[in-house]
């Protein structure tokens, strides 16, 4: 019965690790920005989401989709702010990266000034839970498994059948072609970023009604999300899904015989045999024929 | 005028200008330098400001609104250390080197533990009062004002014993003075005749532990045993618990229950839970809360004693040109009454307060009585 709380408990983590995880792996593949600031949108929505459902009041009906229509917006914003003018520079990958860990770093810094470095709570108390014989799911598992298993069916309907769609897909495969078959690539990264960072945005709203944030929450998520990416075959949308949920399961399933102290030598470990043993991730070989 | 009436008003114009003199003399003097160094940012950074650094602020105030010491002013230098050791050993030596500091104040065994070579190479003094590990007082030039990890790891485990409690499990933050008090429970409640059924830990940032609650679930023990350096921690803990249906017959915890973090996640859930401390006097916590508008907790009674009794020590020196003489005076001081009630310092920084047990009653913190 442990075993399969633990495992229970693992497709909820895994579902909010696969939800950032598919977010980021989207923004990578669009525009080839290792965007580690992902974090900070990650962050910002929590934020958004206390100040509707806190200061102003709103009923959650509507502060939880401004929330993530707001990270949305937060995301093709920092674009607009931080990438944009180094694309236009002809910035390189690396200077990138660096632009966003600074991005990361001044979006935590400006999250404790404004809000403090203790946990803001959207909420009282435990979570509603429901037991089934011996094992007790809370309400916001539930939410957060069946959130990831619709919107990843979704998003790949979206990619594949629209004309938007198909323009990411056009524009991942290959930039200058796209651009030369008239694909405007500017307002796309504008659609990729606010599609990625609203993922994120689905993962916080849920996150933070359960835990409450914090200026350090979305680094912690990162940090997964990304071994996820890499598990699940980097370039391949399903994959960093799949990774996400690997990874949840691993980490709770770990406790059943490990203490928690070995959770992270779990990720990690798990990352490095991968490297290893698979650097092409589980569907890295979908590649071949796809890349988002 | 008359010639005794001009001498009174010569003498009163010199008395005057004396007075006007030395009290510019005194305002004008060099300050006392103190140097604070903690993690004011990152998790635990605003518990710090709330309470560690509010209970250091409170002392100096009061101390430099009579005058200072020694008719000095005290001037406090604060550094942020973070949660690590290499940023605490930059902080100090910043504020050795650059603001020549005479004695320092922190908080946290990561944090303290890699300062202690240096303020003893230096000679300045480290107060760390609400730091529980052991090897801390193992320095000559540290002192703490807290009962050391054991001693409270042992009480718990006494007091679960004395409750009929046979089996327990414990959930700690996975930090080297947290663990020190589990090793002490454990033995002594093993000692006694009890068993530990689970032992579990969390990391520093984690904010989910519903799995390691239903690990720990599943060997249902009487008494679980929940221990982390800082509120937080302890508010996710018992919301979790009550979420993955874990139900002991006791939670024993540690004072940091009553941080407000607790409250703002629901008092309810507190309720009943029975956690060391150490008292604080009723007077000291109203000063409190009049200077700051709310009640203080004991980590803040525990910085406030421990400014209080360097200025006490300094004033019986008659300076802090030579802070080993200060040191020793501390050190050799005997019993001191202060806001964490009377405690003594017999031959080392090792301050004697003695732990007492609380209990969350409807809401309240108040004093266990079985």
Known sequence: MLLLQLLINGIASGALYALTAVGFALIYNGTRIFHIAHGAVFTFGGYALYLFAVPLGLPWIVALPAAVLATAGFGALMDALVYRPLRKRGTGPAGMFIASIGALTFAQAVYALVFGTDTVNLRQGGLPTFDIGEVTVT????????????????????????????????????????????????????????????????????LAFDLGVRPDLGFTVMFVALVAVIVGGVGYLPGAAAGGFLLGVTQNLSLWQLSGRWQDVVVFGLLLAFLALRPQGIFGHMLVTRRV | ??????????????????????????????????????????????????????????????????????????????????????????????????????????????????????????????????????????????????????????????????????????????????????????????????????????????????????????????????????????????????????????IFATHLIEDREVMALGASMAEGVIYTAVATTPEFNQRFKAAYGYDADANAGKHYDSTNVLFEAIRKVGSDADMAKVRDAIYNWGEYKGTLGTFRFTGSGESRVLPILKIVKNGKYVRYEP
């Open chain 1, 139 to 206: 309400a916001v598992h539930v939410i957060a498994a069946i959130v990831a298993l619709l919107v990843f069916p979704v998003l790949q309907l979206f990619l594949s059948r629209t004309r938007w769609g198909r323009a990411i897909r056009a524009l991942a495969d290959n930039p200058r072609l796209a651009v030369v078959r008239g694909i405007d690539a500017e307002r796309l990264y504008i659609l990729i970023f606010a599609l990625g960072s609203a993922l994120a945005g689905l993962a916080v709203v849920i």
């Open chain 2, 1 to 250: 005028m008359n010639h005794t009436a001009r001498t009174a008003i010569n003498r009163l114009v010199i008395a005057a200008a004396a007075l006007s003199a030395g009290i510019g003399a005194a305002s004008a003097q060099e300050p006392i330098r103190l140097g604070l160094a903690m993690p004011l940012s990152g998790q635990n950074g605003d518990y710090i400001k709330r309470y560690v650094l509010a209970g250091h602020e409170l002392a100096i105030k009061e101390q430099n609104e009579k005058g200072g010491i020694l008719g000095r002013p005290i001037k406090l230098f604060i550094e942020d250390s973070r949660n690590d050791g290499a940023s605490a050993v930059s902080a100090l030596n910043k504020l050795i080197n650059v603001d020549k500091i005479k004695a320092v104040f922190s908080i946290f065994t990561p944090v303290v533990l890699p300062m202690l070579p240096i303020a003893e190479e230096k000679k300045v003094m480290v107060f760390a009062p609400s730091v529980e590990h052991p090897d801390l007082t193992k320095s000559r030039w540290a002192v703490r004002m807290t009962p050391t990890a054991a001693v409270n790891g042992t009480l718990v485990a006494d007091q679960a014993i004395k409750m009929g409690m046979k089996t327990a499990a414990i959930l700690t933050e996975d930090n080297e003075a947290v663990r020190v008090s589990v090793k002490a429970f454990i033995a002594q409640f093993e000692k006694l005749g009890g068993k530990v059924v689970g032992d579990e830990t969390f990391k520093n940032q984690d904010t989910d532990m519903r799995g390691q609650l239903t690990k720990l679930r599943a060997a249902r023990p009487d008494a679980f045993y929940f221990n982390a350096p800082s509120g937080r921690p302890v508010a996710l803990a018992l919301k979790q618990i009550s979420e993955v249906g874990f139900k002991p017959k006791q």
